[in-house]
């Protein structure tokens, strides 16, 4: 739903591309080239990749190809991804909301490796959030929750007392399957019922408050 909304939370939980960071251009042109190569609709695949690490992605778009392919074949996708930051920009209100949690706790958590998520947030202007769950980090890609509940233990808070930041389906599925409450940013997310979706950070205010909360005015 979209929706004028205050939730309060001890921490944030941040998706990276499509949440911080517009990064479609890139996806789109390195997606398609796999698609193309591969004898894959680049429609059908670009509705797969989003949110997910690229060997799941791999696993789900090419079933019965050994799972070491699919993470030989991430590695060379992640370093295209890596180099190939034309046209990648801050989500509309980021570079605002991010300075916003200055003193606050909170983590980025990305289905990218550190390098990719180094480009792509230099590339956009923003800078890395101190605490940072990446690709090398987790076992699992999104929609499982390990990302998630990582994050939660690095800042000592329960996952429960967590709000999430996200754009794709994978993403609101593992921020729920963690226990969270979800904030979905831009046009995917509200197709898949975060608890409130807002068009981008310019429609999130964050406020802490004097009991360590963080109360987050939506909408």
């Known amino acids: ?42 429609d059908e695949v670009m509705k797969v ?15 019965g190809r050994p799972m070491e392919q699919n993470h030989a074949d991430n590695a060379r996708m992640l370093q295209e991804e890596t180099a190939d930051t034309e046209g990648v920009v801050a989500i509309p209100g ?24 180094t480009a792509r947030m230099a590339a956009a202007g923003l ?4 605490v940072r769950v990446t690709a090398e980090s987790v076992g699992a890609s999104k929609p499982d929750p390990e990302g998630f509940l990582k994050g939660a233990a690095e800042l000592g808070v329960d996952p429960a ?11 609101i599925a593992a921020g729920r399957a963690a226990g969270m409450k979800v904030v ?20 999130v205010r964050v406020e802490g408050a004097e009991d360590g909360r963080i109360r987050l005015h939506i909408g």
């Open 49 to 63: 990749v989003h949110g997910r690490q690229g060997y799941a992605s791999m696993a789900l778009l090419l079933p």
């Open 1 to 42: 739903m979209t929706a004028t909304a205050v939730l309060t939370a001890r921490a944030l939980l941040l998706d990276m591309d499509g949440t911080l960071v517009n990064s479609d251009a890139s996806v789109e042109r390195v997606w398609r080239r796999w698609a193309e190569r591969h004898g894959l609709d680049g």
């Open 127 to 130: 800078a890395l959030p101190e």
């Open 161 to 171: 007392d967590c709000v999430v930041f996200e754009d794709s389906g994978a993403g």
């Open 184 to 203: 979905g940013i831009g046009p995917r997310a509200s197709f898949h019922d975060p608890d409130v979706a807002v068009e981008d950070l310019t429609r």
């Open 94 to 117: 980021a570079p605002e909301f991010l300075a916003s949690l200055a003193g606050l706790p909170h983590a980025l958590v990305t289905s990218a490796d550190v390098p990719l998520s």
